[in-house]
């Protein structure tokens, strides 16, 4: 009763605050009464919550449930525009515990006005300052500053803020400023308890995001302790605007993989009650207009996704798709949501297919309204996010990592951020995430299998005796919500704890991806190499040194499980396969430098970003076992399985795009790879090194060329993208290298072009220049660049067309590569002098012909060999 009261004391309150207005124009404006008789996390589609954790719906109000520093809750859909007018903002508040530590600086109330950095209410709502206004816990009303007093205002207010009190704020525009006047109303009888005022306040100041707030630095006894609740938010008058396509959720954003006629597809949602839908339903839209329902999903408790699996996908043309839910609203009752999107068709007939790779999304620059528009005038078939999709430090509030219900909890409101800024790119075009170490609340991880870090240790060193340091529950969490969209598993063996897998290939117009794990196998440095002493990755004793010593028996990258899959991988190039490209976290080389004082530092200090065209004198590769240059030889055998199949592999990670080609036995004799520079890089990095290269293209730079980095892998370095001074704000954003990776495949020709843009570019301007040394073109063929010691003769094929080909030396029964060849004829190149097995095929009708002891042959040789069907 006393609730409906309220109800109608707010609403004459609010038509008296505007009865002088002149507009007679309907004001915007917005009321919103949570639910009664739920308990839900999530707040509803139109609040973001800071944090995620930390609010909760409790029969009919907001309760936030902890007493800390700003917690609060803006509102996604209304807001105080540039428009000229008054408004009124109101809202129903109260303590939870009045008496429990009353402080003149903490206090309940709300935040108007409130501005991020990036011109976007996504950011607003992340990081947006503003004006404050509210009551103390002590019972002091204050607009801007707490510890501003006035007197007579804590004798009434204070006993009213159990029970609850309404606060409304009124802004009235005088000519180039406003007047603010704060006031404080009984909850029981509406009668007026205080009132301040604040006069000749810019309309700059007036401009932006609002907000509740729950704010309690001084708490320390009490700090998981609830604080406050609110209720009826109501807000009206000229100034404000409101925009009800900015609701984010329930469905809040999706992702989906199709490959051999299987769509995965999952929907993420947020943490919803038992009295909200069960259920997640996937429909198509046919041609008349009405929608089909192709699948239903249950909502995992933890990971609150929902995955659909639809076998027999054999469309031609792009299908409209929606995702509905039934949400318990305001109005006490299941009201249907929706998201649409589209399943593209896929795009065999092109004969260009244009891949966009992503890595390191820390929230610097978020929601990426720039980088977001780019990719869509690059209008990529694919998307590819290499991993660090959240970093720890993501929307501000640190981390949680327990208990592991608010850990997980923790996490999602970081990765929703993710989709909140890339929902339009993901609703409407395949896409493949892959967690990397920040993902999983680590700094750099060794994840020996899946196994747990050892008790008792934290920090670095926990991460470098291998494992995970999060539970089980919580990292299999993580995993679904990246990665339960994509194709299954090639062996869905789980590892330690009980950890999944999800190595496996998708196949899409006409390319096969492999998407390899390379941090769930690969083994810890500390327990292998007691000597080194170290700390994150890097060598302590500078006595010893990872490119002699480090590459120790029973040291693992990818693991005989992913080598196997490699293997068979480049075997298949069934389903019309015309080019095959590897995704990986990070790639299997450490092109980075430092100056040789701080080889050993495992910080990667800072350094100083350069000037173009400065060099520094005397940096030196780097041996930095977070990357997968080591150990050595599980990334030769890495390199050699790729090659196999002529495999271009693209990665990200080390905080430096680049362009190189792996080496072996001798520089050149790999394949190719990408590593995509950071979307906002916390911690630059830079290939100076002060020996220059050999062997550089005329005019190149120094730091192009044959190398070998700090493990002593060889490598060819076409282009990197140091970070040099650009006279951009926020320096921190555009002076470190940042941006994105795009590779276009060419169907007819097989080239392969290699593309790096800094952030600060607009792609679609006639004068915009990638980062320097880019684009990288190349072969599928230059993937297997090994030198040849003899040839085969030439194979011409009659009656199929673009035969698989595989050669194996007879000698030791080894396959040395395969490869759907381009048109009916091909010269192979073998590596020693002997006999082979060719194998010629057409995969897809089942067609085969083997030829044995076929004799190598020298360069000059014009030896043919007719192959008919």
């Not at 999706?254 to 919803?272: E, N, R």
């Not at 080496?663 to 995509?676: E, I, M, R, S, T």
């Not at 730091?703 to 490598?715: L, V």
């Not at 009916?824 to 995969?843: A, L, W």
Request: with cysteine; hydrophobic share 35%.
């Amino acid at each position: 009763m006393l609730k409906n009261k309220a109800k109608i004391i707010l609403v004459l309150f609010l038509l008296a605050g505007n009865s002088c207005t002149k507009n007679t124009e309907p004001f915007n404006e917005f009321s919103h009464y949570w639910p009664d008789n739920i308990n839900r996390t999530w707040l509803g589609p139109d609040f973001w919550a800071n944090r995620l954790q930390d609010w909760e719906i409790n029969d009919g109000r907001i309760y936030c449930l902890v007493s800390d520093r700003n917690r609060n809750v803006n509102l996604l859909t209304c807001r105080l525009s540039e428009n000229n007018g008054d408004f009124s903002v109101s809202v129903t508040t109260g303590l939870v515990n009045p008496e429990s530590e009353p402080s003149d600086n903490n206090w309940i109330g709300m935040r108007i006005g409130a501005k991020g950095e990036f011109d976007d209410y996504r950011d607003d709502a992340i990081y947006g300052k503003g004006l404050n206004l509210g009551v103390t816990t002590k019972g002091d009303l204050f607009i801007s500053e707490p510890n501003v007093k006035h007197n007579g205002n804590v004798q009434v207010l204070k006993p009213h803020l159990e029970k609850g009190i309404i606060l409304k704020v009124t802004g009235k525009q005088n000519e180039n400023s406003y007047d603010l006047v704060l006031e404080a109303f009984s909850q029981e009888t509406g009668e007026s308890l205080a009132r301040i005022e604040k006069d000749g306040l810019s309309p700059d100041d007036l401009r932006g995001s609002l907000a509740l707030v729950s704010n309690f630095p001084e708490a320390e006894k009490t700090r998981k302790v609830s604080s406050c609740w609110f209720d009826n938010w109501s807000i009206t008058g000229e100034k404000i605007k409101c925009f009800p396509e900015r609701r984010f959720g329930p469905i809040l954003f999706s992702q989906y993989t199709l490959t051999d006629g299987i769509l995965k597809m999952t929907a993420q949602m947020p943490p919803v009650c038992n009295k909200d839908g069960e259920k997640v339903v996937l429909e198509i839209e046919k041609q008349d207009g009405s929608w089909k329902p192709v699948g239903e999903a249950i909502i995992d408790k933890f990971s609150r996704t929902a995955t659909f699996r639809v076998e027999s996908w054999h469309q031609t043309s792009d299908i409209p798709y929606r995702l509905s839910y039934k949400l318990f609203t305001e109005n006490n009752k299941l009201e249907g949501f929706s998201r649409e999107g589209i399943i593209r068709k896929e795009p065999n007939e092109k004969n260009e297919i244009v891949v966009a790779v992503f890595t390191g999304n820390n929230d610097l620059g978020f929601p990426n309204k720039d980088l977001v528009q780019a990719i869509k005038y690059h209008d990529p078939d694919l998307l590819f996010f290499s991993g660090d999709q959240i970093y720890e430090s993501v929307a501000g509030f640190g981390v949680q990592r327990s208990p592991i219900d608010k850990a997980m909890l923790d996490y999602l409101r970081k990765w929703y951020l993710y989709g909140w800024a890339y929902g339009d790119l993901l609703r409407d075009r395949p896409a493949v995430s892959i967690p990397d170490d920040h993902d999983v609340y680590h700094g750099n991880i060794w994840g020996a299998e899946g196994k747990a870090t050892p008790p008792g240790l934290s920090g670095s060193t926990a991460q470098d005796m291998g494992g995970y340091k999060m539970p089980h529950e919580w990292v299999k969490m993580v995993e679904r919500t990246q990665t339960s969209h994509l194709p299954d598993p090639f062996d869905p063996t789980p590892v330690k704890q009980g950890i999944g897998v999800y190595y496996t290939e998708l196949q899409y117009a006409g390319i096969s991806f492999a998407i390899i794990e390379d941090r769930k196998f690969k083994s810890a440095p500390g327990p292998l190499l007691p000597e080194a002493r170290i700390d994150n990755g890097w060598a302590q004793n500078r006595n010893w040194n990872a490119a002699t010593q480090g590459d120790v028996p029973g040291a693992v990258l990818l693991g005989q499980r992913q080598l196997d899959f490699l293997d068979q991988w480049a075997q298949d190039w069934s389903g019309q396969t015309w080019m095959k490209v590897v995704l990986s976290q990070t790639i299997f080389a450490n092109v980075t430098t430092l100056p040789r004082s701080e080889h050993h530092d495992r910080n990667v200090p800072k350094l100083r970003i350069l000037i173009e065209g400065e060099y520094p004198p005397d940096d030196r590769p780097v041996q930095d076992m977070d990357s997968d240059g080591w150990p050595q030889t599980g990334r030769n055998n890495a390199i050699k399985a790729m090659r196999k199949g002529f495999a271009l592999h693209i990665a990200g990670d080390q905080h430096l795009g680049s362009t190189i080609q792996y080496g072996v036995d001798q520089w050149h004799d790999g394949g190719f790879a990408l590593c995509v520079p950071a979307i906002s890089n916390i911690w630059p990095r830079r290939w100076f090194p002060a020996e220059p290269g050999k062997n550089p293209k005329p005019g190149a730079p120094k730091y192009t060329g044959d190398f070998s980095d700090g493990f002593d892998n060889k490598i060819t370095v076409y282009a990197v993208s140091n970070p040099v001074f650009t006279g951009k704000k926020p320096s921190n954003l555009y002076d470190r290298a940042t941006g994105y990776g795009i590779v276009r495949f060419n169907k007819d020709t097989r080239d392969i072009t290699i593309e790096c843009w800094p952030r600060f570019v607009d792609p679609s301007k006639p004068d915009a220049k990638q980062y320097n040394g880019w684009p990288v073109k190349i072969n599928q063929l230059d993937n297997f660049g090994k030198e040849a010691v003899a040839y085969l003769p030439e194979i011409v094929v009659e009656g199929i067309t673009n035969p698989v080909i595989q050669v194996i030396d007879e000698t030791n029964k080894d396959i040395v590569y395969t490869l759907r060849i381009n048109g009916n004829r091909f010269r192979h190149k073998v590596f020693r002098e002997g006999k082979y097995t060719i194998k010629v095929s057409d995969p897809d009708k089942g067609l085969e012909k083997v030829l044995k002891e076929v004799a190598s042959v020298s360069k000059d040789s014009d030896e043919q060999i007719i192959v008919k069907f």
